[in-house]
Structures are given as C-alpha cells and as structure tokens.
C-alpha cells in the first residue's frame, strides 16, 4: 500500500521552462512534506519542506505547494536549469505514534534539455 | 569529512557470501536507517535503529541483518548474498523530530554475481 505516490517516474523540460513534480499521499498522520534532489552515484539530498498548517513555500527558485484537501503537493522550478536534472523523491513525515518517520515515494526523473 | 560516509562505495560479490556495508555518521543523532534503491521502486526501508538498544525492520527486512555498535554506527549485512540484493544502499540520519528530514550517505553500490 503506498502512501506516498509520485506517477511520474519520468520529465522532461526545456531550459528555461517551468518544472512541476507531482505527489499524491493517503495517510492523514502526516504532517509535514520533503523534497529530496538525487544525482547518479549521490545520496539523497534535502531540497525543501512543508508544514501541513502552511500551503506554500518558497525557497529561491523551487517553491512547494500543499492542497490538503487533496492530499497532494507540487514542486516547482523555475526557471529550469540543465543542473536540476536529477531524480527528485517525494516524502511524508508521519506523526503518528510520535515516530516522525519518513515515507518516499518512487522518484521522478526529470532531465531538464538545454 | 562527511556527514555519513558509508563503507565500501562499491562491491562485487559471490552468490552465498557474507558481505557487511558499514555506516558512520558525526551529526551526533540517534536515528539511523538503511534503504534499498531500485530502478522503479523508489527507496525501501531495510532497518532502522532509534538508538543504540532499538533496532526495527521496515518494509524489506528478509535476508539482512543489523547491528547498531555505537550511537555513531549502524551496520547492515547480507548473511548469504543472492543476485536479487544487488541494489543502490543508503544510509541515513536523523534527529527525533525529522523535521530537518534524513542525512543520507553517498551510498554503496553492490551486486551480486
């Protein structure tokens, strides 16, 4: 049963371009949303976050969007850039129980074309 | 120095041998975790350990073992290798909030011949 969904395993976008990732999750416990940026041979790396209690952040050209009520967030790039072309996780904080775990999603490729 | 280095970066093996990654972090936290990445299927969690005394499976856990020797490291092993671990293996970090999410290592790419 996933609970964090990313459809998209693959995007492609024009240089310059607006880059949208999306992600569906289930689980109501949580609370609070991550991006992590993967290049080959690279561990994941922290990108940007979301409160629950908050529907938007922003941080230089990647802001987040969360709709609660449909239980999804979207990343935005822009303007896209070759250098954003990585693998992008999804995650979900799970409150529930006091764990505070994290559940990824699948991943989207992006690969952003100069 | 890395955060969280992981240990060997790459590794061939034979089918049936014992192999252990090994994980160290300097972030001072008390949570770590091992993953799995695979084409297709995202990050999948092996073990995780919320201190030196707890150690949890997660999704995948058939076929490894853990151990967590100091609130610094937190080794995985693969007791007989089989060709359908070879795989990308991460370790990470975290505090007990993961408000500030997961330190990852640059990971260990192994296969199994």
């Known amino acids: 049963d996933q609970q964090v969904k990313q459809n998209s395993p693959s995007l492609s976008v024009q240089e310059g371009r607006i880059s949208i990732l999306n992600c569906d999750y289930t689980?109501?416990?949580?609370?609070?949303f991550l991006w992590y940026k993967k290049y080959p041979a690279e561990g994941p790396t922290f990108l940007i976050s979301?409160?629950?209690?908050?529907d938007k952040n922003e941080d230089g050209r990647f802001t987040v969007f969360l709709n609660k009520s449909a239980k999804h967030l979207s990343l935005h790039i822009v303007p896209s850039q070759p250098g954003d072309s990585a693998v992008y996780f999804c995650?979900?904080?799970?409150?529930?129980?006091?764990?505070?775990?994290?559940?990824f999603g699948k991943g989207t490729k992006l690969s952003v074309i100069p | 120095d890395a955060d969280v280095t992981q240990t060997p970066r790459n590794r061939i093996t034979k089918t049936g041998k014992r192999i252990m990654l090994e994980c160290s972090q300097t972030?001072?936290?008390?949570?770590m975790y091992w993953y799995r990445q695979d084409p297709g299927l995202g990050l999948r969690l092996i073990y995780y350990?919320?201190?030196?005394?707890?150690?949890n499976k997660g999704e995948i856990s058939d076929g490894y073992s853990v151990s967590r020797q100091a609130q610094a490291k937190f080794s995985l092993s693969l007791e007989s290798a089989i060709p359908n671990q070879t795989a990308l293996y991460f370790c990470?970090?975290?505090?007990?909030?993961?408000?500030?999410?997961?330190?990852f290592g640059s990971g260990t790419r192994l296969t199994i011949v």
């Open positions: 995650a979900a904080r799970n409150s529930g129980a006091g764990s505070y775990q994290l559940t």
């Open positions: 979301i409160s629950s209690i908050k």
């Open positions: 689980n109501s416990m949580f609370d609070y």
């Open positions: 350990s919320f201190d030196v005394k707890d150690i």
């Open positions: 990470a970090t975290s505090d007990s909030t993961g408000i500030r999410g997961y330190t």
């Open positions: 972030k001072g936290h008390d949570r």
